[in-house]
């Protein structure tokens, strides 16, 4: 089990830290690259989540996000999941899109902008917001915001684990 958690920390580290690259590089090619390293880092980090809290609730990995599996409707790990699967704008809902494919997103900041600008021959990568931006009416969770709801789930799971 701790090999397990060490991967998803491992995965975790290195999203946080390609996020955080992106936001302050000046370098849009680089930055929208840091992005796409940063999405997959986190997508793995859940992928391998899901691998802890199969080992630790004895299901299957894939029943966990399985709605019409009898084992996830019967435990509140996974109820707590398919709740916020349906939470418009929720931080699970926005995980599982950025895992379908990270360059579907816009970003909305400086760089991408004089990049779209200075470099008009080379096509347009459009990848997740890394600013504040409102959607309506809501604010849109940055990348790095969307790395810390997963990382706070994942801490107050593993925290709850041990209390049990």
Same mark, same amino acid.
């Given at each position: 089990?701790?090999?397990?958690?060490?991967?998803?920390?491992?995965?975790?580290?290195?999203?946080?830290?390609?996020? +955080?690259?992106? %936001?302050?590089?000046?370098?849009? @090619?680089? =930055?929208?690259?840091?992005?796409?390293? =940063?999405?997959?880092?986190? +997508?793995? @980090? #859940?992928? =391998? #989540?899901?691998?802890?809290?199969? =080992?630790?609730? +004895?299901?299957?990995?894939?029943?966990?996000?399985? %709605?019409?599996?009898?084992?996830?409707?019967?435990?509140?790990?996974?109820?707590?999941?398919?709740?916020?699967?349906?939470?418009?704008?929720?931080?699970?809902? /926005?995980?599982?899109?950025?895992?379908?494919?990270?360059? *579907?997103?816009?970003?909305?900041?400086?760089?991408?902008?004089?990049? @779209?600008? !200075?470099?008009?021959?080379?096509?347009?990568?459009?990848?997740?917001? *890394? !600013?504040? !931006?409102?959607?309506?009416?809501? /604010? %849109?969770?940055?990348?790095?915001?969307?790395? %810390?709801?997963? +990382? !706070?789930?994942?801490?107050?799971?593993?925290?709850?684990?041990?209390? #049990?």
């Amino acid at each position: 089990m701790s090999d397990i958690k060490s991967r998803v920390n491992t995965y975790l580290y290195a999203a946080q830290t390609q996020a +955080k690259q992106a %936001e302050t590089s000046t370098n849009a @090619a680089l =930055a929208q690259a840091a992005v796409v390293g =940063a999405s997959l880092s986190l +997508k793995y @980090a #859940w992928e =391998a #989540w899901l691998e802890e809290l199969s =080992a630790y609730l +004895k299901i299957p990995a894939d029943a966990l996000q399985d %709605e019409s599996s009898e084992l996830a409707q019967n435990m509140p790990d996974c109820q707590f999941l398919f709740a916020q699967k349906q939470e418009q704008g929720s931080w699970y809902q /926005r995980l599982l899109a950025l895992s379908v494919d990270p360059l *579907l997103y816009r970003e909305n900041s400086p760089h991408s902008r004089q990049a @779209a600008s !200075t470099e008009a021959s080379v096509p347009r990568i459009e990848v997740i917001n *890394l !600013t504040e !931006t409102a959607i309506e009416g809501d /604010r %849109e969770l940055t990348l790095l915001e969307l790395i %810390e709801e997963v +990382k !706070t789930y994942i801490q107050q799971r593993r925290e709850q684990q041990t209390e #049990w």
